[in-house]
């Protein structure tokens, strides 16, 4: 059975949207991440214009962000203090995103430098994120707890001793107060930069750097993507009218589901389990971007 | 009274002749005729194309050509080149005087039905389509080619270009023949107006053509969405969050609840 998009102007089977919807919901219930870099362009393979496809992908996230941050919330996994802060960081990094584009633009080198961004973020997060899975799996095997051996880094050392240190209780950490919000910015460029909302940088800085048990990371990051989408949305419909609810409402009935079936699978699995799979799957983003990079497209045209 | 006698009989002569022609001419033009099944298709919500039949009448022996195309404009694509080891946009090309949509069926190979006179003259082929699109910036021939391969390609795999040769059966009623087919019209083509020309062809001439109109619009709940979201932008962006966030919650509640 299909449905006309009034928006994006073609018909599209709604089985299809909806398992779309229901796999990126999965995946955000399950990683705490948006899925803005899978929704668009699977989209963009299914006919639909790419300012439509990135526009109803907010739209439905919504919905998704909505439905897995109750749920996380019900389950005592969002730190809203470290989202807040997250949060304030991340508007300030979009709007100076918005410069740092018009700058790279000015030395004539945007393009690639954007693309580069899209292939080397994504293989270095998640190589490292990997390797680090892999370390902590063999010490675990060999009766190594981490407690002993893990010294704390310079780059850590360096951390407390930054200003306005408090403590975020629901994730059990103490950190200054600008931390947050100066992740929050670096974040919000580079997700400026690439057209997406982040959460597959956001999340590995907060298990990383911010030292945030993973189920917080998942509830607090979604927390965090429901503002942005919301933000996303409203700009998107009012100045570009590339919204198209018909699409994103096939879409975030399966993302509520799938977000909701994403956090009950989160429960039952392990931290480590779960950071293996998450580096895996920003791993193979970052491999598809690559080839479709690298290899000859079969049309040298595109909209 | 000789002069007058000779007058008299060149006035007959081209009355005959004239009156001959005008037979000869409503029996070889005049049959031509082009019908459709639906001159309107609307866009609802379940709306996955449609099916279009076009029949008529036409002369014995001649050869057909069913063109149905959108009106000629301009149309914008980013190109995709090399840059280092990627492959990017690198620019933006523009393809002027080439219709947004173009169909082309036939009853048999239009080269061999057709002369290349002629079908530059009416547009039918893609090398007639070639001869009078303007693509810039290219300047240089071969490149041009190579562009407008890449966008017949492009039209091609968007559903929106297509050529069918052999594709019009033509079947004999009686002393009349008749011919017919059916298009698979397709969803991908935007609302709008659009033109279907049949041509009726002997010894590589058209001889005669016939037209019909085809109109694309949208209806009902689609055409409310679509109008609410280009003329009431902020509205629809507001509307799409609160329901989002309404089906978002609804949902988690029922999954809390189970």
């Not at chain 1, 408090?166 to 919000?181: E, I, N, Q, Y």
């Not at chain 1, 990051?221 to 933000?231: K, Y």
């Amino acid at each position: 059975m299909f449905l006309y998009l009034p928006v994006a102007l073609t018909s599209v089977s709604i089985l299809i949207i909806l398992g779309i919807g229901l796999s990126i919901g999965l995946l955000s219930g399950l990683f705490g991440v948006g899925g803005g870099f899978l929704i668009t362009p699977i989209l963009m393979m299914l006919g639909i214009p790419p300012t439509v496809a990135a526009a109803s992908g907010a739209n439905q996230m919504v919905a998704a962000s909505a439905s897995g941050t109750y749920t996380h919330w019900k389950l005592g996994n969002v730190d809203f203090k470290m989202g807040i802060y997250l949060l304030v960081g991340s508007f300030i990094g979009g709007v100076l995103g918005v410069y740092t584009i018009a700058f790279l633009k000015l030395l004539g080198n945007a393009d690639f430098i954007i693309k580069l961004t899209y292939v080397v973020i994504p293989l270095t997060v998640g190589g490292y994120m990997v390797f680090e899975s892999l370390q902590s799996m063999r010490k675990a095997r060999a009766g190594v707890t981490d407690e002993l051996t893990k010294e704390e880094s310079g780059f850590k050392k360096f951390l407390k001793t930054l200003p306005f240190q408090t403590d975020f209780k629901k994730s059990g950490v103490r950190h200054s107060a600008l931390l947050p919000v100066i992740i929050g910015i670096l974040v919000g460029i580079l997700a400026a930069i690439m057209g997406v909302g982040g959460g597959f940088i956001m999340v590995p800085i907060m298990l990383y750097i911010l030292d945030m048990p993973i189920l917080v990371v998942v509830g607090t990051s979604l927390f965090q993507i429901l503002f942005t989408v919301i933000e996303v949305t409203f700009l998107s419909a009012y100045t570009n009218h590339t919204v198209d609810f018909t699409l994103a409402l096939l879409m975030l009935i399966g993302s509520s589901i799938g977000a909701q079936l994403g956090t009950i699978l989160s429960k039952k699995m392990d931290a480590e389990q779960l950071k293996i799979l998450l580096a895996l799957l920003i791993l193979a983003v970052g491999i598809k971007i690559l080839s479709e990079l690298t290899l000859s497209p079969a049309i040298h045209l595109t909209v | 009274m000789r002069t007058k006698a000779y007058l008299k009989v060149i006035a007959v002569t081209v009355l005959i002749t004239l009156s001959v022609l005008a037979m000869f001419s409503s029996v070889a033009f005049a049959q031509l005729k082009l019908d459709t099944d639906q001159n309107s298709v609307k866009i609802d919500v379940f709306y996955h194309g449609s099916t279009i039949s076009l029949s008529g009448a036409t002369d014995p022996g001649a050869d057909l050509v069913i063109k149905i195309t959108s009106p000629e404009g301009e149309s914008k694509l980013r190109e995709k080149g090399k840059v280092g080891f990627f492959w990017m946009n690198t620019g933006e090309l523009k393809f002027k005087h080439v219709p947004n949509l173009y169909f082309l069926y036939s009853t048999k190979d239009t080269k061999d039905i057709l002369s290349p006179e002629e079908m530059n003259k009416h547009v039918i082929g893609y090398s007639s389509l070639k001869e009078q699109v303007e693509i810039s910036p290219i300047k240089k021939d071969s490149e041009r080619t190579k562009w407008f391969t890449e966008f017949v390609k492009f039209k091609e795999e968007s559903g929106l270009y297509g050529v069918s040769p052999k594709s019009i059966s033509v079947t004999k009623k009686g002393s009349e023949e008749r011919y017919n087919i059916n298009i698979d019209w397709p969803f991908q083509a935007p609302p709008g107006h659009y033109t279907a020309t049949v041509y009726e062809i002997k010894n590589k001439k058209i001889v005669d053509k016939a037209e019909t109109s085809i109109s694309v619009s949208q209806a009902g709940l689609v055409k409310t969405i679509a109008n609410m979201a280009s003329k009431n932008g902020a509205l629809y962006g507001i509307v799409s969050i609160v329901i989002a966030l309404l089906v978002g919650f609804g949902i988690s509640l029922i999954f809390k609840k189970s």
